[in-house]
């Protein structure tokens, strides 16, 4: 497969699948009728819908006659984009390394937005002969639009933008399968796409639900090129509602099974397979391509030409290349892969796919089936230019016409531009911002200023708190910090939860913290106050104690954690390396375990090489002795007095404060599931930590301050105020916050051995 651009044939406009709804055809023919606003036909559509299309509407299809192009290299267009998250307008954020080497420049900004992205699209769709529009999922939840409008104005907007279909994703679902019925059925004008669900029987066979608008593939006709796009929705996120019975109404189905079959299905129907993604980890965001393990490249590919992937947050420049022999005498003397493809997230970039397809003569058969022989990949960045500047965005004005009410209702409810804060660390030491993820990939700065906000709330007093490290979504950074900045860094509507656990529960769950950091590069994947550990990702099989025995950091430990995922299987083997691979499965497929697992030949069990050790209630616990001081990097210090630090006791009983999501079981916290003490406070993590910021007693002083002449950083200009004014004189008195709030203490130390 060669990477190139060509054209073939003559310019066409539209696809035949773009603007025909979910609902009923008399149903949209009443609301076109009636002018109902529940009918927005995209632009493309809209030349063929007169008067006459309104009286054929409900009763004829109009047939072209299509093309014979067999033989012929012909080009077809992939528009793609991933993970919108509710940015339906633009935004301010600093873009980091990974988004600078795509072109996504500070001093760009605001950055996002779906009236640009819909003229981005267009602009597109005007230099290409045939063209889709494919989504990979979560579109929904990440910005104060959501929260306000549960949905509406994202699935109004890339309908009217054109769309041509998604795959859902798991934060589609975040109000729950009724909620994303009712806006998928009353807005949408596009196929929604997941074959690795299956549906529940609703309990009023009469009633409608989501089974009847989403279907597992969809088939397009592109004037004469065939593509039958499938869809594999995310199961790893949403596994805490797959334990036991679940209220979303879908169970999931073997990801490899399901796609064969799908495949085998349509490979003899269409020129071209895409499998449009949301399958992964939690987002990986702030990674390259490169650090990531992406679930797609494990997939059955044979019989795929193209994954257009999500959930991860990347974005994969070059595409990667996946082998795909497709059990062809061709592919012996030609590259036979399939291309996968990530676009990135946040609404930053529409990806631009152009693919050069050798139309075949019998796609039944994989020696003359059509292919994809070359391709060219541009990921254009969602950012503001001058005007005069060629890359110049202007809004869709369809798009900002619709959009507007909705902007006007939200910044009448929420004061989305209110100070309440200002971000004042000392750049030399913290770079200007605090940040939700830390260099030694252990606790954070935000992180711990969560975690705290959560323990401390009124009402909760908790010994220590518990919250998921992706649950805080963006940085604090440096300036004035806004209530629209406070929902961006926490979207979801997760609220306190007091939770009563045994000292094995604490135990068990900082295990499973370990063993599922251990697949993240050993970053944790949990902020945490009040308490304090080692992050086991890799243990000493060699050494003489378990990890489970304190001592205070000196001595490298071995898990002896049997790995759940595991129980029941007997490993053998002649020797330790044939045993290991018993508990490790070669194939993907057949590996459910969070962790390499090593096996113990004496019980013939296998146990994960990731734990938690050292475990010791309290704060600061990392003390050196000698000075005093806090070494994030040093050992535990058994520390009695008022801030003690003692060993968690395994027949203990402690009082937590938890977010609900991990309460529920989300991202793999079962222990903390099935635990039945568990009391909603219906306090979010949002009003806690503004509590806690607006409690702190370091305020931004005025001019004149003695503060200011002992700390200059104390007492500081605003940088985004071209007036140059000072702090406390623009916004009056609120939290001054540097890197000494909460500051990365080795509350939780990642440890390798």
Same mark, same amino acid.
């Given at each position: ?55 054929? !509407? ?28 509710? /940015? ?5 954020? =600093? ?24 003229? !981005? ?19 929904? $939840? ?11 104005? %994202? ?10 279909? %998604? ?83 879908? *169970? ?14 349509? *490979? ?12 992964? !980890?939690? &987002? ?6 490169? %650090? ?9 590919? $044979? ?48 990806? *631009? ?17 059509? /292919? ?30 619709? !959009? ?78 806004? #209530? ?39 970053? @944790? ?34 898990? &002896?954690?049997?790995?759940? #995922? ?17 508990? &490790? ?46 070494? @994030? ?17 395994? #027949? ?41 910021? &607006? ?13 200011? #002449? ?16 000072? =702090? ?10 540097? %890197? ?14």
């Amino acid at each position: 497969m060669r990477s190139g651009v060509d054209d073939a044939g003559p310019r066409v406009q539209t696809i035949f699948a773009r603007g025909i709804p979910v609902r009923s055809r008399a149903h949209q023919l009443l609301l076109l009728k009636t002018g109902h606003p529940g009918y927005y036909p995209p632009p493309m559509r809209q030349a063929v819908l007169g008067v006459a299309a309104v009286a054929c !509407l409900a009763s004829c299809t109009v047939d072209r006659p299509q093309p014979n192009l067999v033989g012929q290299d012909v080009r077809l267009t992939v528009i793609h984009t991933s993970d919108i998250h509710s /940015r339906l307008f633009p935004y301010h954020f =600093v873009p980091n390394k990974f988004d600078q080497d795509y072109g996504l420049l500070p001093g760009n900004g605001p950055y996002g937005g779906i009236a640009r992205i819909a003229t !981005l699209v267009k602009r597109i769709r005007d230099t290409t002969n045939r063209s889709i529009w494919l989504d990979s999922g979560d579109a929904w $939840e990440g910005a104060p639009v959501f929260n306000e409008f549960k949905g509406e104005p %994202e699935i109004r907007a890339l309908s009217l933008a054109g769309m041509d279909g %998604e795959v859902l994703g798991n934060h589609e679902f975040d109000l729950g399968s009724n909620q994303l019925f009712t806006m998928l059925d009353n807005w949408s004008q596009f196929p929604h796409l997941v074959a690795n669900y299956l549906w529940d029987d609703s309990v009023n066979p009469q009633a409608r639900s989501l089974k009847d608008v989403v279907k597992p593939y969809e088939i397009y006709d592109i004037k004469g090129i065939r593509i039958g796009v499938i869809g594999m929705a995310n199961q790893d996120t949403l596994l805490g509602t797959f334990y036991g019975g679940n209220s979303l109404g879908f *169970r999931p189905i073997n990801n490899l099974q399901v796609l064969t079959q799908w495949v085998g299905f349509l *490979r003899p129907q269409v020129d071209v397979i895409i499998v449009v993604s949301h399958l992964g !980890l939690d &987002n990986d965001e702030g990674l390259s391509s490169s %650090e990531v393990s992406d679930p797609n490249s494990s997939l059955a590919v $044979e019989g795929v030409d193209l994954i257009l992937g999500g959930h991860l947050h990347i974005v994969t420049n070059p595409p990667k290349l996946l082998p795909n022999h497709d059990q062809a005498v061709y592919c012996k003397t030609h590259d036979c892969s399939t291309v996968l493809v990530h676009s990135g997230a946040f609404a930053k970039y529409v990806g *631009r796919l152009d693919l050069v397809i050798h139309k075949g003569s019998n796609n039944a058969d994989p020696e003359n089936r059509s /292919r994809i022989v070359s391709f060219a990949y541009v990921n254009q960045p969602v950012a503001t230019y001058p005007a005069n500047d060629p890359k110049f965005i202007a809004d869709d004005p369809d798009i900002a016409n619709l !959009l507007w009410p909705y902007s006007v209702k939200l910044n009448q409810d929420i004061n989305l531009n209110g100070v309440f804060a200002y971000v004042a660390s000392n750049a030399a030491v913290a770079k200007g911002k605090i940040a939700r993820v830390d260099a030694s990939g252990g606790d954070s700065q935000l992180g711990n200023l969560v975690a705290r906000a959560m323990q401390v709330q009124q009402g909760v007093d908790a010994q220590f708190a518990f919250t998921n490290s992706l649950g805080i979504r963006a940085d604090f950074e440096p300036g004035s910090l806004t #209530n629209e900045q406070m929902f961006n860094v926490f979207p979801f509507e997760n609220t306190i939860v007091v939770i009563f656990l045994a000292g094995q529960e604490v135990r068990r769950t900082l295990d499973f913290v370990a063993a599922k950091s251990a697949t993240r590069g050993c970053q @944790s994947q949990l902020q945490a106050a009040g308490i304090t550990f080692d992050m086991v990702c890799r243990d000493n099989p060699a050494a003489a104690n378990t990890c489970d025995e304190p001592d205070l950091g000196t001595k490298p430990c071995r898990c &002896n954690v049997l790995d759940p #995922n595991n129980a029941g299987i007997r490993c053998d083997g002649a020797t330790q390396a044939e045993a290991d691979a018993t508990c &490790n499965p070669s194939d993907p497929a057949l590996s459910v375990s969070a962790v390499a697992d090593r096996c113990d030949l004496a019980t013939h069990a296998c146990y994960q090489t990731a734990c938690a050790a050292n475990i010791y209630i309290g704060d600061s616990c990392r003390k050196d002795p000698t000075t005093g001081m806090v070494n @994030s990097d040093g050992p535990i210090a058994n520390i009695s007095g008022p801030n003690a630090c003692v060993p968690l006791q395994t #027949n203990g009983l402690y009082r937590a404060a938890v977010n609900n999501y991990i309460a529920q079981g989300g991202s793999g916290f079962i222990v903390l599931k099935n635990n039945t003490s568990q009391q909603d406070t219906g306090v979010s993590l949002r009003n806690a930590l503004t509590v806690f910021l &607006n409690n702190q007693s370091a305020t931004c002083p005025a001019r004149g301050q003695s503060i200011c #002449n002992d700390d200059p950083t104390k007492c500081i200009k605003d940088a985004a105020d071209p007036q140059g004014r000072y =702090v406390y004189d623009e916004f009056g008195k609120i939290g001054c916050l540097d %890197e000494t709030l909460e500051a990365h203490d080795g509350r939780i130390r990642p440890v390798s051995q």
